[in-house]
């Protein structure tokens, strides 16, 4: 199967738990943000987005923080389930004259039954 | 069903060789992308097209090319100037170039051989 996970930083948890995953993004004109969900071998799925004007936002058992002063977003997923094994990214659309989708390099979660 | 089709799911290609990937979509998305992923990297981006009759070239598009005469369609040629084309390519479209999510396909993983 994809073999994306292997190189990338990893997170390891146990089912139950909550997970929360990072990312630093890099362009301060960055005013919306995506999570992605990758499983292996397929494309990328969204997860939950915020936009600049926000510092919170929760979906069901997701929820994304944003710090623009440190240029960081945070991904916690509560009650991590098997499922939820996968690599997660966030983009940035940067705005310069449209908005471009750019992404991090991505976090590998492993969750252990 | 809407959604994005990318053909084939696997391509093997010999060295020399130009490839084509095919991307389609139903969605009635304005914009069109095209990334790359290897193992332990993000989504680097190749192509990208906002209007039909128009592209615009990524951070990684050289040894690469891209038409957009239709707008549901976006095929990537991976030319034999491209020294290292292995790789799983993916290809995404956003409702339009402002703050949107963007939509994958499954992926094209080509080989060399």
């Known amino acids: 199967g994809e073999s994306v996970g292997l190189h990338l930083p990893t997170l390891s948890v146990q089912e139950g738990d909550n997970s929360i995953i990072n990312c630093a993004y890099s362009n301060s004109a960055s005013d919306y943000f995506i999570w992605y969900k990758q499983e292996s071998g397929k494309g990328p799925q969204f997860i939950i987005d915020?936009?600049?004007?926000?510092d919170k936002r929760q979906g069901q058992r997701v929820t994304v923080l944003l710090n623009k002063t440190v240029k960081h977003l945070s991904l916690q997923i509560a009650a991590t389930q098997p499922g939820d094994s996968a690599v997660y990214f966030c983009a940035e659309n940067i705005k310069g004259g449209s908005y471009i989708p750019t992404f991090g390099r991505g976090t590998s979660l492993i969750v252990h039954p | 069903d809407g959604g994005i089709t990318q053909s084939p799911k696997y391509l093997f290609r010999k060295e020399g060789q130009n490839v084509t990937l095919s991307c389609e979509q139903n969605l009635n998305h304005d914009a069109m992308y095209w990334y790359r992923q290897d193992p332990g990297q993000g989504l680097r981006l190749i192509y990208y097209s906002q209007i039909v009759n128009d592209f615009q070239k990524g951070d990684i598009a050289e040894g690469y090319s891209v038409s957009r005469e239709k707008k549901e369609s976006f095929p990537l040629t991976v030319t034999s100037a491209q020294k290292n084309p292995t790789a799983f390519y993916l290809c995404?479209?956003?409702?339009?170039?402002?703050?949107?999510?963007?939509?994958f396909g499954q992926g094209t993983r080509l080989t060399v051989v």
């Open positions: 995404a479209s956003t409702r339009d170039r402002e703050r949107t999510e963007a939509f």
């Open positions: 915020i936009r600049s004007n926000m």
